[in-house]
C-alpha cells in the first residue's frame, strides 16, 4: 500500500502542474475544434461527405474507415507535442525527490530504494497514461459520435502511446539520477525528441562524408538500439491510421513491433543503471 500511495501521490503532484494543466488544455481544444468543425454530409441515408475544418472528403470504398483520417490529422499532428509537455511536467519529479531533506523523510521509511525509485517512475508514467486517456477517449467518443465511425484502433494507439513515453522515461530517469537536474533532463529529451532520433534512424540518407564511414555506422547501430526508437515508434503508431484511409493503399507493410521492444529493452536498461546510481549515492 507505501508503493501504491507514493505512485498515487507522485501522478497526482504531476495532474497539478502548470504545464500538465497546458497539456490537458490543448487536448480539449483540439476536441472542441473537432466538435464543431467535424461534418458528415450524407445522402440517401448513407455517408456521403466527410468535412473537417472545412476540408470536403468523399467517403467511399476507398476509404476503409474515415476516423482514421481525422485521427492521422489530429492525433498524429499534435503527438511529439504532448510528449514533450508531458516530460516538461514530469521532469523535475526524480530530481525534486533527490532533493537533501526530501529523499531524507523517503529513505526513512521501510521500502527499498529500488521501490523508491520505480514507484516515482510508475507515478510519472500514470500522469502521462492518464492525461492521454482523457484525450484519446475524449477524441474515441466525439468522433464516434458524430461520424457514427467507431474506430477502437485509437484506444491501441493510447497504450502505445503510454508505452512510448515510458521509454522516454526510463531514460528520462537515468539522466535525473545523474545529473539531479531538471535543465539537464529536458536538453537531452528533447534533442533525442526531435533530433537525435531522426538523425540515428536515418543518417545514411544524409549526404556528410563522415557519416557515410564504417566507424560511423557501427556508432550509428550502437545508438540505435541503445536508444529509445522513437521516429519508428511513432510510425507504427499513426502507421495504424495510415492504413485505414485512402493513404493505407500505399502501406505495404503491417505493424512492426520490433521498434517497440527494443525500446523496452532500452528502458529497461537506463532504468537498472539509473537504480545501481541511486543505490550507491549517500544522501
Given at each position: 500500500?507505501?508503493?501504491?500511495?507514493?505512485?498515487?501521490n507522485?501522478?497526482?503532484?504531476?495532474?497539478?502542474?502548470?504545464?500538465?494543466?497546458?497539456?490537458?488544455?490543448?487536448?480539449?481544444?483540439?476536441?472542441?475544434?473537432?466538435?464543431?468543425?467535424?461534418?458528415?454530409?450524407?445522402?440517401?441515408?448513407?455517408?456521403?461527405?466527410?468535412?473537417?475544418?472545412?476540408?470536403?472528403?468523399?467517403?467511399?470504398?476507398?476509404?476503409?474507415?474515415?476516423?482514421?483520417?481525422?485521427y492521422?490529422?489530429?492525433?498524429?499532428?499534435?503527438?511529439?507535442?504532448?510528449?514533450?509537455f508531458?516530460?516538461?511536467a514530469?521532469?523535475?519529479?526524480?530530481?525534486?525527490?533527490?532533493?537533501?531533506?526530501?529523499?531524507?523523510?523517503?529513505?526513512?521509511?521501510?521500502?527499498?530504494r529500488?521501490?523508491?525509485?520505480?514507484?516515482?517512475?510508475?507515478?510519472?508514467?500514470?500522469?502521462?497514461?492518464?492525461?492521454?486517456?482523457?484525450?484519446?477517449?475524449?477524441?474515441?467518443?466525439?468522433?464516434?459520435?458524430?461520424?457514427?465511425?467507431?474506430?477502437?484502433?485509437?484506444?491501441?494507439?493510447?497504450?502505445?502511446?503510454?508505452?512510448?513515453?515510458?521509454?522516454?522515461?526510463?531514460?528520462a530517469t537515468?539522466l535525473?539520477?545523474?545529473s539531479?537536474?531538471?535543465?539537464?533532463?529536458?536538453?537531452?529529451?528533447?534533442?533525442?525528441?526531435f533530433?537525435?532520433?531522426?538523425?540515428?534512424e536515418?543518417?545514411?540518407?544524409?549526404?556528410?562524408?563522415f557519416?557515410?564511414?564504417?566507424?560511423?555506422e557501427?556508432?550509428?547501430?550502437?545508438?540505435?538500439?541503445?536508444?529509445?526508437?522513437?521516429?519508428s515508434m511513432?510510425?507504427?503508431m499513426?502507421?495504424?491510421?495510415?492504413r485505414?484511409?485512402?493513404?493505407?493503399?500505399?502501406?505495404?507493410?503491417?505493424f512492426?513491433?520490433?521498434p517497440?521492444?527494443?525500446?523496452?529493452?532500452?528502458?529497461?536498461?537506463?532504468?537498472?543503471?539509473?537504480?545501481?546510481?541511486?543505490?550507491?549515492?549517500?544522501?
Amino acid at each position: 500500500m507505501k508503493l501504491l500511495t507514493i505512485v498515487w501521490n507522485t501522478a497526482y503532484e504531476s495532474l497539478k502542474r502548470v504545464t500538465m494543466l497546458i497539456f490537458l488544455g490543448i487536448g480539449t481544444l483540439i476536441m472542441l475544434a473537432v466538435l464543431f468543425g467535424l461534418r458528415v454530409d450524407y445522402v440517401d441515408g448513407r455517408p456521403d461527405t466527410l468535412i473537417l475544418f472545412g476540408n470536403a472528403l468523399p467517403i467511399d470504398d476507398a476509404f476503409i474507415d474515415p476516423s482514421a483520417y481525422i485521427y492521422l490529422f489530429t492525433i498524429g499532428g499534435s503527438l511529439m507535442g504532448m510528449m514533450l509537455f508531458g516530460m516538461i511536467a514530469t521532469a523535475g519529479i526524480i530530481p525534486s525527490f533527490l532533493k537533501r531533506g526530501t529523499i531524507d523523510i523517503y529513505l526513512s521509511k521501510p521500502i527499498s530504494r529500488l521501490h523508491l525509485l520505480f514507484s516515482k517512475y510508475l507515478g510519472a508514467v500514470s500522469a502521462i497514461g492518464i492525461a492521454l486517456l482523457y484525450f484519446f477517449l475524449g477524441m474515441f467518443l466525439i468522433v464516434g459520435l458524430k461520424t457514427g465511425f467507431w474506430n477502437p484502433s485509437v484506444l491501441y494507439v493510447w497504450g502505445l502511446g503510454v508505452f512510448f513515453f515510458a521509454g522516454v522515461y526510463a531514460m528520462a530517469t537515468f539522466l535525473a539520477v545523474l545529473s539531479r537536474s531538471i535543465g539537464v533532463v529536458l536538453i537531452f529529451v528533447y534533442l533525442h525528441l526531435f533530433i537525435l532520433s531522426d538523425v540515428i534512424e536515418s543518417y545514411q540518407e544524409f549526404p556528410i562524408a563522415f557519416l557515410q564511414t564504417k566507424s560511423a555506422e557501427v556508432v550509428f547501430t550502437v545508438l540505435h538500439y541503445l536508444l529509445p526508437q522513437v521516429q519508428s515508434m511513432l510510425a507504427q503508431m499513426m502507421g495504424i491510421f495510415e492504413r485505414q484511409t485512402m493513404v493505407g493503399g500505399m502501406v505495404e507493410n503491417g505493424f512492426d513491433f520490433m521498434p517497440f521492444v527494443f525500446s523496452l529493452l532500452s528502458g529497461v536498461f537506463f532504468f537498472l543503471i539509473a537504480y545501481l546510481k541511486f543505490r550507491q549515492s549517500d544522501y
